[in-house]
């Protein structure tokens, strides 16, 4: 089966850094995807890891330990447009979709 | 570039009646399509998805079915809709099965 668990809600502080974490059981693994999703609109591509280590992008990097079934997102120089929910999703070999975790609320705070 | 449409943005139906979404993506062609639906604070279930015109797969059984009639359209329907089929649809699009999903602007859909 595919199992995927991230923390429901974290608050941050404006201008600091935070990291979202995400472990996942899954039979398999080829890849894993982090989204971004604003209340009420359709996820954004955030993401993409399928060999370890950490891909940097901007003020967002995502990391990730195949071994220990681990990923997480950091966030840095933290705006308040960043409150969101952060979805992780992996794709598993034969199947041809994601699983998404139930995602990550973040609140960021003045 | 490419672009994915869904339509309407939000709908009210009344138990019983039929349903229709429908999606369509531009700028590529013969995209993998995926149907989604997220419940409030939930994460996405996946319903359908499709690799190419004709070619549907279903997830999980439920009361809604999926077409694609042509390469770039999915559509989402259902005869009768329950109570239980009110959240928020997502249609998205890839290029590969490796590749990122993107996300259409979802449909808000509630049953009364």
């Known amino acids: 089966g595919q199992n995927i668990d991230q923390p429901t809600e974290m608050t941050a502080t404006e201008g600091a850094i935070v990291q979202i974490n995400c472990t996942y059981q899954?039979?398999?693994?080829?890849?894993l995807f982090w989204y971004q999703q604003h209340a009420g609109e359709a996820p954004t591509f955030l993401s993409y890891?399928?060999?370890?280590g950490l891909e940097e992008k901007g003020r967002f990097s995502s990391f990730l330990s195949r071994s220990k079934g681990y990923s997480y997102l950091l966030l840095k120089e933290l705006q308040m447009k960043d409150s969101a929910s952060y979805l992780c999703?992996?794709?598993?070999?034969?199947?041809?979709?994601?699983?998404f975790g139930s995602g990550t609320r973040l609140q960021v705070q003045p | 570039s490419q672009t994915i449409h869904q339509w309407p943005a939000t709908l009210v139906q009344p138990v019983g009646s039929p349903l229709s979404l429908e999606c369509t993506v531009e700028g590529t062609s013969n995209p993998n399509l995926y149907w989604y639906r997220q419940a409030a604070g939930r994460g996405l279930q996946l319903l359908f998805y499709s690799v190419g015109i004709g070619q549907i797969s279903s997830e999980v059984p439920q009361n809604l079915s999926a077409s694609r009639p042509q390469d770039r359209q999915f559509i989402l329907s259902s005869k009768k809709l329950l109570l239980s089929d009110s959240g928020f649809y997502l249609c998205?699009?890839?290029?590969?099965?490796?590749?990122?999903?993107?996300f259409g602007d979802g449909t808000r859909l509630s049953i009364l």
């Open positions: 998205a699009w890839s290029v590969g099965e490796d590749q990122p999903q993107h």
């Open positions: 890891n399928v060999l370890d």
């Open positions: 999703a992996v794709r598993a070999p034969g199947r041809r979709a994601l699983t």
């Open positions: 899954t039979s398999g693994f080829n890849g």
